[in-house]
């Protein structure tokens, strides 16, 4: 969900070979150039197309953008959003514009935007690998036959505690976030859906609730706990904990790994008492892609397991891909942090569709909530 920086845009700009321009110039005529030779002297592959990557912040290694471009001459322009929501208003706000050929929303919005026919089906013939993937995150109820969807990632979200400043031991529920003695110091993600599920599940409903009197119940219970925020984020959430902003609150598991990794050893991720979290990232291609065959070509190349160990690896989540975790490190592949145990997973809880009428009440409250403060 779910993370290179959302500060700049990654744009890799490729280089015309001769022969690629000469095809370009009688493209009128020729359908196209072989790429089989048209490889630059650096051996990077030469082509004047460019894919147009829609994805969360933090969330794509620069080392498979490189290598990719190196192998198909494919450039990779990389934009960033920080919730389903902004990327959900804006491609069905462009639908028509063939802005974006690729986008990674979680599962519960893949199954939103098929029904409202703002995506466009898979060629499964171009994606060789997919027998890669644990067949655990396909063929799912929310996109049956993969029609739509390849998963990328998958992971959790549950509660970031600063060992140097609280003792970890203490803090097991999403309940001990309504504690007095936290006040301004608690981060939540600026993310509607998973704040609302969040306190749904101190109050024993379902994160995917569609009561309209539960969703108002967790939002009465959540204004309790706003003189306790110090601040929303959902864009690189360990970095609030890394300048001590804050000190407790939620992040995504593979945050908290990024943030030890990045010296805060200090910061324990736990899964809450109630439950985490669970969501998974995917690849689908919008309606109006221009570039499909680039989308579906990044899409396999993804699903290698040499690439797939590399983002998981480097981002530190979950990789739905079997051959890619059997490739890992021991010490990567048995972190429960990022691969939880069947005893917390019973409890976690995947994010679904509600529905629009559901959604509705939910951004009413959370509008609501977020002018409050």
């Not at 890669?132 to 799912?140: A, E, H, I, M, R």
């Not at 549950?158 to 007095?180: E, K, M, Q």
Request: some cysteine; proline content about 5%; charged content about 20%.
């Amino acid at each position: 969900m779910p993370r290179l920086s959302s500060h700049s845009s990654i744009k890799t700009t490729t280089r015309l070979m001769p022969k690629a321009l000469l095809c370009a110039a009688i493209g009128v005529v020729l359908a196209s150039c072989s790429n089989s030779d048209n490889t630059a002297a650096d051996g990077t592959a030469a082509s004047a197309e460019t894919l147009n990557l829609y994805n969360w912040s933090e969330y794509m290694p620069q080392e498979i953008l490189d290598g990719f471009k190196k192998e198909t001459g494919i450039s990779v322009n990389y934009t960033t959003f920080d919730s389903n929501e902004a990327m959900y208003a804006k491609l069905k706000l462009l639908d028509d514009s063939s802005q974006y050929d690729l986008a990674i929303p979680s599962t519960y919005y893949v199954e939103k935007m098929a029904k409202e026919g703002l995506l466009q089906e898979l060629d499964q013939s171009k994606l060789s690998n997919f027998k890669n993937l644990d067949t655990s995150f396909t063929n799912t109820k929310v996109d049956p036959e993969n029609k739509y969807s390849i998963p990328y990632m998958w992971g959790s979200t549950g509660l970031a505690i600063n060992g140097d400043v609280f003792d970890p031991a203490t803090v097991n529920s999403w309940n001990d976030l309504w504690r007095p003695e936290y006040k301004n110091q608690v981060m939540l993600m600026n993310d509607m859906r998973e704040v609302f599920g969040m306190a749904l599940l101190t109050l024993g409903h379902s994160g995917n609730s569609k009561n309209p009197e539960e969703i108002k119940a967790a939002y009465d219970k959540l204004t309790t706990l706003m003189s306790n925020v110090k601040t929303f984020n959902s864009d690189a959430t360990r970095i609030p904990y890394i300048e001590g902003e804050t000190n407790i609150g939620m992040t995504w598991n593979g945050e908290a790994v990024m943030a030890n990794n990045e010296g805060l050893t200090s910061l324990v991720y736990k899964y809450p008492t109630e439950g985490a979290i669970l969501w998974m990232d995917n690849f689908v291609i919008p309606k109006n892609a221009k570039h499909v065959d680039a989308a579906h070509k990044f899409i396999d190349y993804l699903l290698r397991p040499e690439n797939a160990k590399i983002v998981s690896e480097e981002i530190g989540y979950a990789s739905p891909n079997i051959a890619a975790r059997e490739m890992m490190p021991e010490n990567v592949r048995n972190n429960p942090v990022i691969y939880p145990s069947q005893a917390v997973l019973a409890k976690a809880e995947f994010q679904e569709d509600i529905g629009d009428e559901a959604l509705q009440v939910y951004q009413q409250y959370w509008d609501k909530l977020k002018t409050s403060r």
